[in-house]
């Protein structure tokens, strides 16, 4: 079915904040990722995102989204870190451009050398805006970005709104895999009083209360990767009060 993963984050996010896993298709991240997604899907995740890095392999990759289909009902959304990010095994890809990227090639080079492999794999596209806060990270090294400073809130807001005006779906508001702070929760509620589009905030969330916070914020979707590995539980924590926060 046409659109059925943006159907699905649409009519979820009128009725409730939802949470998506990050998930690195890295070898030796793998270890009892069956048992992990099993869990994941038991906590309440809404999605595994997969992708993240520059360097996938795209044969691991396959196995990956596999594997996380095998063990789970849950939709697996591609988060392209390259070219390398794309598996026709995936329900869709979040074909991003990385908005705020000094280079082209992140705005708009890496887009169009990969649109036809996204087209050969025949799967779900749903357009979305990657915009990078401070500290940013290595997506914000890897990417050359122009890096939002976490008090300049007229800037993210000048970009999500270009992202939602340009007909982009969703816009991803980034602090980085690892960050040390999330993206400031003030910024989160300006987007969110500035667009229309869904609004999904990750990189540096680790405890329930960040996430939540940045829900209330109107946060539409919450996104967390490093926690699932520092510290499982906390993950569960943090799907439950996400799904919590009702529209
Ligand atoms: C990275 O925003 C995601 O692209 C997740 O960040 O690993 O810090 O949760 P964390």
């Known amino acids: ?25 890295d070898p030796q991240k793998m270890k009892n990722l ?4 099993r869990e994941l899907e038991r906590f309440g995740t809404d999605a595994i995102l997969v992708g993240g890095s520059t360097n996938v392999n795209r044969q691991f990759l396959d196995k990956c989204v596999k594997r996380i289909k095998n063990n789970s009902s849950l939709p697996v959304i ?39 492999l996204v087209k050969e794999a025949g799967i779900e596209i749903i357009p979305a805006a990657y915009i990078i806060v401070e ?3 290595k997506a914000g090294q890897v990417g050359e970005a122009e890096i939002i400073k976490r008090g300049d ?4 807001v000048g970009y999500s709104l270009a992202a939602e005006y340009l007909g ?17 929760v003030e910024m ?48 569960g924590d943090i799907i439950r009060a996400v799904r919590g926060c009702r529209r």
Do not use: C
């Open 188 to 235: 989160v509620k300006a987007v969110r009083n500035n667009i229309e589009i869904p609004i999904i905030v990750g990189g540096g969330i680790r405890t329930a209360a960040d996430a939540l916070e940045r829900a209330k914020a109107g946060a539409d979707i919450i996104d967390t990767g490093t926690i699932t590995e520092e510290n499982f539980k906390a993950v």
């Open 34 to 37: 069956d048992k992990k997604i």
């Open 78 to 116: 591609l988060f392209p870190g390259g070219l390398n990010g794309i598996s026709p095994y995936a329900d869709a890809i979040l074909f991003m451009s990385l908005l705020n990227s000094r280079n082209p090639y992140w705005i708009t080079g890496a887009q169009s050398a990969g649109a036809m």
């Open 168 to 184: 982009m779906d969703l816009v991803y508001l980034e602090a980085g895999s690892g960050a040390k702070e999330p993206v400031p």
């Open 135 to 137: 500290p940013g990270m």
């Open 1 to 25: 079915m046409k659109n059925r993963i943006k159907n699905f984050i649409h009519r979820t996010v009128r009725k409730r904040a939802m949470h998506v896993t990050l998930l690195d298709p």
């Open 153 to 156: 809130i007229k800037k993210a």
